[in-house]
């Protein structure tokens, strides 16, 4: 299971502190590779580009809390979060603010990990279908499932079960899988080898 990519949040300012409206213009205004757009968002979009040509954007809220979205891998969000940081350190120095002292990394967390995982051969996934429906029923089993070809190509569920509400599972019949909600690697890993690799091995498309 490969991770694409990671959502992150923070808070910049101590406690419930905002930012005023001349330091968040501040930001806006001094900032590098940042966008500000009241009228259509009213969050500060910064874009901070990294290895491989990929970009990880930072929407900055006045409430002081920034939410990262395109963030490689979990391990990589500390680093992330603090180059906004600095970045919007330096917009405060150059626009002579006093707060600075202020600015810091607070509360990290990683809200959502998207992994992906492609079998080696199609799947029946009329056949995984049918043997969710039939764990539900049976009480083996508590998820939403949901399958109608005619709409969506592929098999979705969600996961009912306890540290697990959150994440959703798509099996497309070319063998690629998608999973998303997940909050860290360990819950990824748990959930792929324990539940979703043995499911998928008893159904190939024959």
Do not use: D
């Not at 968002?41 to 990880?56: D, E, L, P, Q, S």
């Not at 120095?93 to 810091?104: L, N, P, Q, T, Y």
């Not at 967390?109 to 043997?131: A, D, M, P």
Request: proline letters at 4%; one cysteine or more.
């Amino acid at each position: 299971m490969n991770i694409e990519n990671c959502t992150c949040v923070f808070k910049i300012l101590p406690g419930t502190q905002r930012f005023t409206s001349e330091n968040f213009l501040a930001i806006a205004r001094n900032g590098i590779n940042t966008e500000y757009n009241p009228k259509r968002f009213h969050a500060i979009i910064m874009r901070i580009r990294h290895a491989n040509y990929k970009t990880t954007a930072a929407l900055i809220f006045q409430s002081s809390k920034v939410v990262l979205t395109g963030v490689p891998r979990p391990e990589f969000a500390l680093r992330m979060a603090w180059k906004v940081t600095r970045s919007i350190q330096k917009s405060y120095s150059a626009a002579k603010c006093k707060e600075v002292w202020a600015i810091s990394v607070r509360c990290l967390k990683v809200t959502n990990i998207v992994g992906s995982f492609r079998c080696n051969n199609k799947l029946s996934i009329e056949q995984i279908y049918r043997h969710l429906k039939i764990q539900n029923k049976l009480k083996k089993m508590n998820k939403q499932i949901f399958y109608e070809p005619t709409i969506f190509p592929a098999l979705r569920f969600k996961m009912m079960e306890e540290g697990y509400k959150a994440v959703s599972i798509l099996i497309y019949i070319s063998g690629r899988v998608i999973m998303t909600g997940l909050t860290s690697e360990k819950q990824l890993n748990n959930l792929f080898y324990n539940f979703l690799i043995p499911l998928i091995n008893k159904f190939p498309r024959l």
